[in-house]
């Protein structure tokens, strides 16, 4: 058997390398016809020969044969339509939209000439004109791809409404459209409309339960929910399907954090790491994912601290939130000195972040350091909410120091 496939394989490249010499063999002998023929003749040997070259993917030679067929003053749709077709092919798509535009106008009710233009526009981002000639078509035939042109330019011109109404007329003609499935599930994930956007992935997911787009449509909006054992079911998923993407390990490592499964967190983050070690928050994540007390201190958390901090532009409300978590990380190990001086830099980074005063007036009462620490439960006092439980912990912690200044004779 291994040696029948082996004889098969040989068989089909020799065939597959024979194909494009036969094809040369042809388009000589339509050059030597096309040499002694008459006009109509010549016409059609050129056209058969554009076709050959097209099949062998030489579309300038194509081209520049179907080029040679064009006269002053006479429109020959034929041609026009195949130099169209080799252009587009070619990746000359200014050149094929120019042709396309022509041909829409010299034979309207021709809906593949439509079609492509209307591709063209999109891909040249006209969305103005994606619209106008989408509706044109549409008014004669619903055709799919139409449809998702037109909800395509509505969304990329925000019009959303507009674009689900389109997304929805296609996924009525194919309910199983991923790609539409996904883009109106992206539209109500951004509105918030997380049970809609859960209904159209269950719904696609009974005709594929392993899509990995639509499995990540899923996790997301489970997540946004709060949901986070769903979600997590959602993402296991769609990486046992191959996607080894950033998104879904980062927000896997996300649920399992909040389900305080932090070491199944730390492997997922440190996955999504390696997929994208540029994101300064990510390393701030990872070392708050390990600051549980399942890992080492010195070793495993506090680098990642100095790594987010070593990463940071300037953008006050992230560092912030570094300092405060290592702060709070250091706070637990009863490093008293050095998280005082990570929580005054959080709150130097972000002076609505009144609780850092609390904090470290308390670190300074457990120094015994009375003075520093009336000090900054004062300033808490005069930022701080009165009324509130933190407001009359401060209070409370103010009346002890000054009895205890006062038993000491200070």
């Not at 092919?89 to 009710?109: K, V, W």
Request: proline content about 3%.
């Amino acid at each position: 058997m291994k040696k029948f496939r082996i004889l098969m394989t040989a068989a089909l490249a020799a065939l597959c390398l024979a194909a494009p010499a036969q094809s040369r063999r042809d388009i000589a002998e339509l050059d030597s016809l096309a040499a002694v023929s008459d006009s109509a003749a010549v016409r059609s040997l050129v056209l058969r020969k554009a076709a050959l070259l097209r099949r062998m993917y030489c579309f300038d030679e194509a081209a520049e044969a179907l080029t040679s067929l064009l006269r002053p003053g006479v429109m020959d749709l034929e041609v026009l339509g195949e130099l169209a077709d080799c252009n587009y092919q070619a990746g000359r798509f200014e050149d094929a939209a120019n042709l396309y535009f022509i041909l829409t106008s010299l034979r309207p009710d021709d809906l593949g000439f439509q079609v492509r233009y209307i591709s063209l526009a999109s891909r040249a981002r006209d969305f103005q004109e994606v619209v106008a000639r989408g509706r044109e078509v549409l008014q004669r035939d619903t055709l799919l791809h139409v449809l998702t042109l037109v909800g395509d330019a509505f969304n990329q011109m925000e019009q959303r409404d507009s674009a689900m109404r389109y997304y929805s007329a296609a996924l009525r003609r194919r309910p199983d459209n991923a790609s539409v499935v996904n883009k109106m599930s992206r539209i109500l994930l951004d509105r918030k409309d997380y049970d809609g956007a859960l209904a159209l992935a269950d719904d696609y997911l009974e005709l594929d339960p392993l899509d990995i787009d639509i499995l990540r449509v899923k996790g997301l909006a489970h997540y946004l929910k709060e949901e986070y054992k769903p979600s997590a079911d959602a993402f296991e998923t769609a990486i046992e399907q191959g996607d080894d993407t950033y998104a879904p390990h980062y927000y896997l490592a996300k649920d399992f954090s909040h389900l305080h499964l932090y070491k199944e967190a730390d492997e997922h983050f440190i996955r999504a790491w390696q997929l994208d070690s540029t994101k300064a928050s990510l390393a701030m994540e990872i070392a708050e994912n390990r600051s549980h007390g399942l890992f080492k201190y010195e070793s495993d958390v506090k680098p990642w601290f100095e790594r987010a901090l070593a990463m940071m532009e300037p953008d006050h409300e992230l560092l912030s939130s570094i300092y405060q978590y290592y702060a709070t990380a250091e706070y637990s190990r009863q490093k008293w000195d050095l998280a005082i001086s990570l929580y005054k830099a959080a709150y130097e980074y972000n002076p609505k972040y009144t609780s850092a005063l609390s904090t470290i007036a308390y670190c300074y009462e457990q120094k015994k350091d009375y003075k520093n620490a009336i000090y900054y439960y004062e300033r808490y006092l005069d930022e701080g909410k009165p009324g509130t439980k933190a407001y009359q912990f401060v209070e409370e912690s103010l009346r002890f120091i000054r009895a205890e200044r006062f038993m000491e004779g200070e």
